[in-house]
């Protein structure tokens, strides 16, 4: 991914980048109450929304939180091995992964 990034889009993977993190689960009161958990660690919670669901399926939700981080290939496999932790803690359904995108500037 690292490699994919440097020869795409072109974005310094090497200093920090916005980090995007996902999780979910059947019931949004365990999502805020993970999402509370996550902003005391430092996450900014983006969204907590209802994912659409298939005719049938039961309804189920994500939360997405980010972080701006510097991660290594090894980094970011030791912040994601404690994310599946964290939502195996927290009774979640899963954690769902992450993106990656640059910082954006602060409008001045």
């Known amino acids: 991914m690292f490699q994919n ?6 974005w310094k993977m090497d200093g920090p980048m916005l980090w995007g993190y996902f999780f979910t689960d059947e019931s949004p009161e365990r999502l805020e109450l993970a999402a509370g958990e996550l902003q005391r660690a ?3 919670v983006v969204d907590l929304f209802e994912a659409d669901a298939e005719d049938g399926e039961d309804a189920y939700f994500y939360l997405h939180v980010e972080r701006e981080e510097i991660h290594s290939p090894q980094s970011l496999h030791e912040r994601n091995t ?3 932790a964290f939502a195996d803690q927290q ?3 899963s954690y769902d992964g992450m993106d990656v995108g640059p910082v954006q500037a602060s409008p001045r």
Do not use: E
């Open 42 to 44: 430092g996450y900014r």
């Open 91 to 93: 009774g979640l359904a």
């Open 82 to 84: 404690a994310l599946y």
């Open 5 to 10: 990034i440097a020869n795409g889009p072109g």
